[in-house]
């Protein structure tokens, strides 16, 4: 099974500053690395993934840097806004099928 | 706009009782997957299945808890006694699988608490 490590737990930014949230995992993963942002109330909702063919993925305001070899993940977060105040999950996958172990968790807060 | 409906949102019962939660994947989707999330555990996978077979539920407390899919629009996660232990919001997903991994869309959850 799966094991994967999601830091820091908590993170507080200011408006407009980077956060930047990591992920590292231990067996070798399958094909697609996603994050999920999950607000109060809500279930978790995929907010951006990578496949590992590439070292980068960039939507908007949101940054995947992927490193295969060290099996790390990271999400970067440009000009935090505080509507991203949320928990984020990254994933990874088994090896097979669509099972998906999720991290810990990181409590963002982004002060206005 | 597809999503996954989850019944009850709410549920408050006391121990020893029944707790049936009810989940209606996305139409067209294949894997169905149940979680729990507690603030100790995170979000635990309880149950996966694909075209209505079970796959995994490793996850899951044999003795109390059991999960099903009745047919392909409706996945059923029971827990008969119920303990305290077992308050937690349980989360329904639903994906589409062909061939490699691919996202799992959630709903929006059934928060249960044992008295």
């Known amino acids: 099974q799966q094991q994967v490590k999601q830091s820091p737990q908590s993170l507080i930014v200011q408006k407009g500053g980077i956060s930047i949230i990591n992920c590292a995992y231990e067996?070798?993963?399958?094909?697609?690395f996603p994050w999920y942002q999950q607000f109060p109330g809500k279930g978790p909702a995929l907010l951006i993934a990578?496949?590992?063919?590439?070292s980068e993925k960039k939507e908007g305001r949101f940054t995947i840097s992927f490193n295969k070899g060290a099996k790390q993940f990271s999400l970067h977060i440009m000009d935090s806004q505080p509507g991203d105040s949320a928990t984020y999950f990254c994933?990874?996958?088994?090896?097979?099928?669509?099972?998906?172990?999720f991290g810990e968790g990181t409590q963002l807060t982004v002060n206005p | 706009d597809a999503r996954v409906t989850q019944t009850p949102r709410h549920k408050v019962t006391e121990m020893g009782q029944e707790v049936t939660m009810r989940c209606q994947p996305i139409?067209?989707?294949?894997?169905v997957f149940w979680y729990r999330q507690t603030m100790m555990q995170g979000l635990e996978l309880l149950a996966y299945?694909?075209?209505?077979?079970?796959?995994?539920d490793s996850g899951m407390p044999k003795d109390r808890f059991s999960a099903e899919m009745p047919d392909a629009t409706l996945a059923t996660l029971k827990i008969q006694p119920s303990e305290p232990r077992d308050s937690a919001v349980y989360f329904c997903?639903?994906?589409?699988?062909?061939?490699?991994?691919?996202?799992?869309?959630f709903g929006p959850g059934t928060r249960l608490t044992v008295l």
């Open positions: 997903a639903s994906g589409l699988e062909v061939g490699r991994t691919d996202t799992q869309y």
């Open positions: 067996n070798t993963a399958f094909d697609y």
């Open positions: 990578i496949r590992p063919d590439v």
């Open positions: 994933a990874v996958p088994e090896t097979s099928g669509s099972r998906l172990t």
């Open positions: 139409l067209g989707h294949n894997t």
């Open positions: 299945f694909r075209n209505r077979a079970p796959l995994d």
